[in-house]
T-cell receptor, first 111, second 109 residues
């Protein structure tokens, strides 16, 4: 079975630009969560979606938004990029249990 | 505010036992999880405790005391491949999974 997939793997953007990151969960998983991980720190929770509805939102500005599609894949959008948005963005899927399965992440660099 | 505290680094010898502690302060508590992350990799799930006590999964065990807001991960028979960062994480009442800053485990031969 395929695991969680994310695209793109790496991305370089300029300050002020917008970016869209994509995630496909494990087949059968209806919940997707997004995290931001800065080097040397733990992941920071951004969003959780379950059955296409937002279930939780972390302490991130409104420049961050997300959505979940009928096939349970998800997109994370970040507008007006700042240098501080440079990080590894992780997507995790779960079958609404405590165990989350992470994708390989998207490394975003903002210059 | 919400926080999870864990040591930044722990060093142990191959074949030994090591314990990584985690104390938490969160708004609501829906279980303590542990994840392993190798450099350049994604976190992988190790264990989960919702109730007080010890959970054992092979060489790894995890303990929780809700009255003390404390838990630990115990790794036995350490192997070089266990060198990684270990994170504790708590799900709070807003469905947020709050993570600690991670403990880097260094294993020496």
């Amino acid at each position: 079975d395929a695991g969680v997939t994310q695209s793109p793997t790496h991305l370089i953007k300029t300050r002020g630009q917008q970016v869209t990151l994509r995630c496909s969960p494990i087949s059968g998983h209806k919940s997707v969560s997004w995290y931001q991980q800065v080097l040397g720190q733990g992941p920071q929770f951004i969003f959780q979606y379950y059955e296409k509805e937002e279930r939780g939102r972390g302490n991130f500005p409104d420049r961050f938004s997300a959505r979940q599609f009928p096939n349970y894949s998800s997109e994370l959008n970040v507008n007006a990029l700042l240098l501080g948005d440079s990080a590894l963005y992780l997507c995790a899927s779960s079958s609404d249990t405590y165990e989350q399965y992470f994708g390989p992440g998207t490394r975003l660099t903002v210059t | 505010g919400q926080s999870l505290e864990q040591p930044s680094e722990v060093t142990a010898v191959e074949g030994a036992i090591v314990q990584i502690n985690c104390t938490y302060q969160t708004s609501g508590f829906y279980g303590l999880s542990w994840y392993q992350q190798h450099d350049g990799g994604a976190p992988t799930f190790l264990s989960y405790n919702a109730l007080d006590g010890l959970e054992e999964t092979g060489r790894f065990s995890s303990f929780l005391s809700r009255s003390d807001s404390y838990g630990y991960l115990l790794l036995q028979e350490l192997q070089m491949k266990d060198s990684a960062s270990y994170f504790c994480a708590v799900r709070d009442s807003n469905y947020q999974l709050i993570w600690g800053a991670g403990t880097k485990l260094i294993i020496k031969p």
